[in-house]
C-alpha cells in the first residue's frame, strides 16, 4: 500500500508563506491527476488546486496566490502558498489519481495542519 508522506505546513503570519510537499512511499504509475484539498473545521473538504495533463486548475478564492507543481521525476507534488490569509487556515490534503485496472484508484495523504494567525 503506498502511502502520501505530506509536510511543510504549519503557523504562519498573514501575507506569510509556505511551500507543502507530498511524497509518496514508492512509485507510482500511470498517474493522472495530483490535486490538493483542504478542510477547515466545520466545512467540507474542497479542491484547492489539481494538475491534469499539464494544465493546472485552482480554486477562486487561492488564484493568483497558489501554484501547484511536479516533480515528475520523484512523483511529488507541491503546493507554494502566498499571500496567505487567516480564512487559508485549514488542514491540507494531497491526492493523487492513477490509472488502473478496471477503476482508476486514488491515494490520500495524512493531511498537514496550515494555520495563518498573527
Known amino acids: 500500500q503506498v502511502q502520501l508522506v505530506e509536510s511543510g505546513g504549519g503557523l504562519v503570519q498573514p501575507g506569510g508563506s509556505l511551500r507543502l510537499s507530498c511524497a509518496p512511499s514508492?512509485?507510482?504509475?500511470?498517474?493522472?491527476?495530483m490535486a490538493w484539498y483542504r478542510q477547515a473545521p466545520g466545512k467540507q473538504r474542497e479542491m484547492v488546486a489539481t494538475?491534469?495533463?499539464?494544465?493546472?486548475n485552482y480554486a477562486d478564492s487561492v488564484k493568483g496566490r497558489f501554484t501547484i507543481s511536479r516533480d515528475t521525476a520523484k512523483n511529488t507534488v507541491y503546493l507554494q502558498m502566498n499571500s496567505l490569509q487567516p480564512e487559508d487556515t485549514a488542514v491540507y490534503y494531497c491526492?493523487?489519481?492513477?490509472?488502473?485496472?478496471?477503476?482508476?484508484?486514488?491515494?490520500w495523504g495524512q493531511g498537514t495542519q496550515v494555520t495563518v494567525s498573527s
Open positions: 514508492r512509485s507510482i504509475f500511470n498517474i493522472y491527476n
Open positions: 491526492n493523487i489519481r492513477y490509472l488502473k485496472v478496471p477503476t482508476p484508484g486514488e491515494y
Open positions: 494538475m491534469s495533463g499539464g494544465s493546472s
